[in-house]
Nanobody
Framework: QVQLVESGGGLVQAGGSLRLSCAASGGTFSLYAMGWFRQAPGREREFVAA????????YYGDSVKGRFTISRDNAKNTVYLQMNSLNPEDTAIYSC?????????????????WGQGTQVTVST
């Protein structure tokens, strides 16, 4: 059974940065694409970023493009989300997810396993 554990969330001032990590266990991490999603109170879950199995191709949601960077280290079974220039609209619970395919997908239905999420709060 695949388990995903996020870390690195917290409280940060607007304009600041955070780096989220997601450690995977129980499966063959290096074979599958990974994604980050977020959900703010009262809003639907939103695609943030995704990365292919090799890390060669990445995708970003429009609201984070140019500010966030997704990366992975297959030797450590970990995917990262570097978040820069944070603003209050980025406040949400951020969850990582593992796809059922090597290619990355923007759709949450493509992801079979999910972490419990980590809270990111950006203050003004």
């Amino acid at each position: 059974q695949v388990q995903l554990v996020e870390s690195g969330g917290g409280l940060v001032q607007a304009g600041g940065s955070l780096r989220l990590s997601c450690a995977a266990s129980g499966g063959t991490f290096s074979l599958y694409a990974m994604g980050w999603f977020r959900q703010a109170p009262g809003r639907e879950r939103e695609f943030v970023a995704a990365i292919t199995w090799s890390g060669a191709i990445t995708y970003y949601g429009d609201s984070v493009k140019g500010r966030f960077t997704i990366s992975r280290d297959n030797a450590k079974n970990t995917v990262y989300l570097q978040m820069n220039s944070l603003n209050p609209e980025d406040t949400a619970i951020y969850s990582c997810a593992q796809s059922q395919a090597a290619r990355a997908s923007l759709g949450e239905n493509e992801y079979a396993y999910w972490g419990q999420g980590t809270q990111v709060t950006v203050s003004t």
